[in-house]
């Protein structure tokens, strides 16, 4: 099995700029969570789906972030515009989730730097 | 507001000695999990341990978890150079359908084994 699939790994974008970052979770799975990890903030939540349907969207910071999920296969994250503030480390997590928690998977997370 | 809090905040230790990581939380919770992330990586799933356990082994880790005082260790025993890692706490909470796992991450103890 692959894991989850992120891309980009790095992205270095200028102030204002659309980014959007890509995850592929790992088949199978039916809940996909996004992260964000600083070192001042920790890791945070910004949202997660369960069956392609978002769940709980409290985490995301500003209406800059949108977040979608197609299918079962496929997520996005995006930040339009993006600010210097927005530099982080984003990961993407997938799980086999029914009527509990069960361990998350990762994926290797996309470092953006917002200049 | 964080579900866990782990503690100490960063812990470094001799090659061969015993490395113990405390985690507490505020609510009562389904499950807790322990995670694991080497620099500039995702984080890796360590073991789950269930409300209606106590203990819990794998390898050379050990989990305990206390309901009543609403903490739980993770030990690892005869630590080596490459258990250096951030080490992370998560809870699900009791009481509301999870329909997606949401977790709920401490802000992680930093372990460091000196050769």
């Known amino acids: 099995d692959a894991g989850v699939i992120q891309s980009p790994r790095h992205e270095v974008t200028e102030m204002g700029q659309e980014v959007t970052l890509r995850c592929k979770p790992i088949?199978?799975?039916?809940?996909l969570f996004w992260y964000r990890q600083t070192m001042m903030r920790g890791l945070e939540l910004l949202i997660y789906?369960?069956?392609?349907?978002?769940?709980?969207d409290s985490g995301m910071p500003e209406d800059r972030f949108s977040a979608k999920m197609p299918n079962a296969s496929f997520s996005t994250l995006k930040i339009q515009p993006s600010e210097p503030r927005d530099s982080a480390v984003y990961f993407c997590?997938?799980?086999?989730?029914?009527?509990?928690?069960?361990?998350?998977?990762f994926g290797p997370g996309t470092r953006l730097t917002v200049t | 507001s964080q579900q866990g809090e782990e503690d100490p905040q960063a812990l470094s230790i001799q090659e061969g000695e015993n490395a113990t990581m405390n985690c507490s939380y505020k609510?009562?919770?389904?499950?807790l999990q322990w995670y694991r992330q080497n620099s500039g990586r995702g984080l890796v799933h360590l073991i789950l341990?269930?409300?209606?356990?106590r203990e819990k082994h794998s390898g050379r880790l050990r989990v305990t978890l206390d309901t009543s005082k609403k903490s739980s260790s993770l030990l690892i025993t005869a630590s080596r150079a490459a258990d250096t890692a951030s080490y992370f706490c998560?809870?699900?909470?009791?009481?509301?359908?999870?329909?997606?796992?949401?977790?709920?991450f401490g802000q992680g103890t930093e372990l460091s084994v000196k050769p």
């Open positions: 088949s199978g799975h039916n809940s």
């Open positions: 997590a997938s799980s086999l989730s029914l009527a509990g928690a069960y361990e998350q998977y």
């Open positions: 609510t009562s919770i389904n499950n």
């Open positions: 998560a809870t699900t909470r009791r009481g509301i359908y999870n329909q997606g796992g949401k977790l709920i």
């Open positions: 341990i269930r409300s209606n356990e």
């Open positions: 789906f369960n069956n392609n349907v978002p769940i709980d």
